[in-house]
């Protein structure tokens, strides 16, 4: 069982940088890919990047490659979301996920999800 809490949501402005953090219960955290995906007003949940267990790969949505990076500290059982030179597009939700114990960080496919963190850019 895992439990994972987003924080470092917030409102900026075109260009600006944010980081997101999701932190991670239990002793299980090294052995799961995980990943952030978002959710816009009307819009579906869509992936966004995903980073695999050992931490060798990453994977990036084309809407946000360039620009987000996600990385993980295994010590702190958190991963990250780095996203620079955020649009008005990129406004949603974000959620951070699990996957299975040794899964694939592609395709993601996420067994734990946390609340979500509100990402507003004003143009």
């Known amino acids: 069982q895992v439990q994972l809490a987003e924080s470092g949501g917030g409102l900026v402005q075109a260009g600006d940088s944010l980081r997101l953090s999701c932190a991670a219960s239990?002793?299980?955290?090294?052995?799961?890919?995980m990943g952030w995906f978002r959710q816009a007003p009307g819009k579906e949940r869509e992936f966004a990047a995903a980073?695999?267990?050992?931490?060798?790969?990453?994977y990036y949505a084309d809407s946000v490659k360039g620009r987000f990076t996600i990385s993980r500290d295994n010590a702190k059982n958190t991963v990250y979301l780095q996203m620079n030179t955020l649009k008005p597009e990129d406004t949603a939700v974000y959620y951070c996920?699990?996957?299975?114990?040794?899964?694939?960080?592609?395709?993601?496919?996420?067994?734990?999800w946390g609340q979500g963190t509100q990402v507003t850019v004003s143009s």
């Open positions: 996920s699990a996957g299975a114990r040794y899964g694939p960080g592609r395709p993601f496919n996420g067994d734990y």
């Open positions: 980073i695999t267990w050992s931490g060798s790969s990453t």
């Open positions: 239990g002793r299980t955290f090294s052995t799961r890919p």
